[in-house]
């Protein structure tokens, strides 16, 4: 295992891209910026890029310290600064910001966002001044608009990096890298990187088979795997302020299926996907979707205006679920932990399991297996079944672990069991999401896996979802975690991140998005029992071992706990509070 790690920067190289823009019967080649691409082929778990960073700021210092980071690089140093993406200023503008059409929510967030920049420029400009005024000499390297462009670089090219020391402590710090910064958002992307694990350098892994001269990508935000399109796009306009044209975005809509009738199948049950226009195109983003039957690909006539009602109302039902038993059930925080008064009412507890439980089943009658709204279900559940696992242990600490009464101890593991069920069904739910996501967008490899995607969406939505219950068993818990790990271990090799160049099957892609849920599942099943350990260390075995500790950005000595449990085949457990250790 990688603990001290040199700098690796040949993974990538960065090209500029070119398309036929098809603008009359010659070719016509448009550049249309720059992008990052593979130098080699990668295999799942391989590192592709190790890199210092050249700028480094506290972000806590308000702009003074982004100003002081940036003045105090070599010019070849602020060169690459300035030589990175910079967004249009506000003043820049020729159309008040709105680049994708004339849709309103549309308009209305590139609005909102073009408002709340011109707020922190504004802010920026006060902070300027100030530091101008303390340092004149400063200010031909540093005027307002070199300034104004180096907030706008960093909103849209910084990483968050975690600075360890010597002592085992760090900090939280915002950074550029060279080449990293460089690296493209995707919805589906083929990397991931983490600044924690190797202490002082970004590290970025291949997380899909990477074929020479593929475009690499990571995702900036890492829970918009389980949004639809529509969510996606308002949350990048609103924290990177760019509409995303990443293949994802592009193709269909994977986790936001319909119910409708289909005349040409005779299925007045038939899912359908939204689309965009089938040139694949940037354009087509500003363009109504439309919507096609998975098993005929019929086009047909949808009004989803229904469809999004129900969601507004399923979304209200888990907020007030959430907010009303965040208000009767202690959370714990790092500082002191309190209890309310109903502590010991079993059955107010026990309610909110049941609401849940209620709630899934409404969604399960109404939506597609694929939809969204599950995962917040699942989430949810792992939620409310940790917190009264917690509240009946009564912590002396946050760390979620004390002495619990012979009482108590019945209902802990009820509890847990419950969580890791939850997190078990939603790592699966991402699981069958991912499928459609690296298939639906290839045509070709829907032709070489006799349409197994299509045939996947088709057979979720006559299935039953997974078992939803307000009593987990260990079976229940094994035969979701042993389906997990069959189809883990085509993927990884039995964990050992040594994946086949060959683009894996439907049925095993291995999603980043999956590692937290998974990780989550197995400490809470190590917090039930000790007789749970083999099973954790199969579950974290099979998902590639690598991926899960950079991922989750474990410390070194986590790091060390995990790959003894793993090793030991479960016999042995140093992770802490937890029960005793399996022998």
Partial sequence: MIDTV??????????????????????????????????????????????????????????????????????????????????????????????DGDDDSASSVVRENEQQTRRRLEQLEQEWNVYIEQNPTVQDILSLTIAKKIMRIIDCNAHNYF??????????????????????????????????????????????????????????????????????????????????????????????????????????RAVAFSYLHDNHTPSCLSSPSIF????????????????????????????????RFQSKVDLTSNTTTTYPD????????????????????????????????????YQLKSSLAKSLARGHTKPEDPAFTTTTTEDDEPHVKIYLY?????????????QQVAAMVYYARDDEAVEENDLSWKQAAVKNATLPLHTFTECATLEQIEAVADNLIATMECTTGGGTGSSSQARPSSSSILPIEMAKPLFQAGQDWLMAGRSSAPYVAKLYGSFDSVLLQRWMQLGKENRHRMNVLIQSRGVQNLFPNHHDTAS
């Fill in 292 to 323: 096609r039957c998975i098993s005929c690909q019929s086009t047909l006539s949808v009004d989803s205006s229904f469809q999004q009602s129900l969601e507004t109302k399923f979304v209200e039902r888990l907020e007030q679920l959430q907010h």
């Fill in 6 to 99: 040199e700098p690796f920067l040949d993974g990538f190289e960065v090209v500029e891209e070119e398309v036929d823009d098809g603008s009359s019967s010659d070719t016509q080649v448009k550049t249309m910026g720059r992008i990052a691409v593979a130098s080699k082929d990668y295999r799942v778990g391989d590192t592709v890029l190790v890199e210092p960073p050249f700028l480094v700021f506290d972000p806590h210092l308000d702009y003074t310290g982004m100003m002081d980071a940036y003045v105090q690089l070599a010019p070849a140093d602020q060169d690459k600064v300035m030589d990175m993406y910079c967004p249009p200023l506000p003043e820049d503008r020729d159309d008040g910001g709105d680049e």
């Fill in 418 to 430: 419950l969580s890791v069920l939850s997190l078990l069904q939603y790592a699966s739910w991402i």
């Fill in 163 to 268: 600075d360890m020391e010597d002592d085992g402590d760090g900090k939280d710090f915002m950074a550029l890298f060279a080449l990293g910064s460089k690296v493209e958002h995707s919805c589906a992307p083929n990397l991931a990187y983490t600044t924690q694990y190797s202490g002082k350098f970004l590290q970025y892994t291949a997380t899909q088979p990477i074929a020479r001269g593929e475009r690499v990508s990571i995702s900036y935000d890492t829970t918009s795997f389980a949004l639809p399109r529509a969510q996606r796009q308002e949350f990048l306009q609103q924290t990177q302020d760019f509409t995303c044209h990443c293949q994802r975005c592009l193709g269909l809509d994977e986790c936001n299926p319909h119910f409708v009738s289909c005349d040409t199948c005779q299925n007045t």
């Fill in 342 to 377: 109903d502590y010991n009412n079993r059955m107010s507890q026990q309610q909110a399991i049941t609401d849940i439980v209620a709630l899934q089943k409404d969604l399960a009658e109404r939506f597609h297996p694929l939809h969204w709204l599950h995962a917040r279900g």
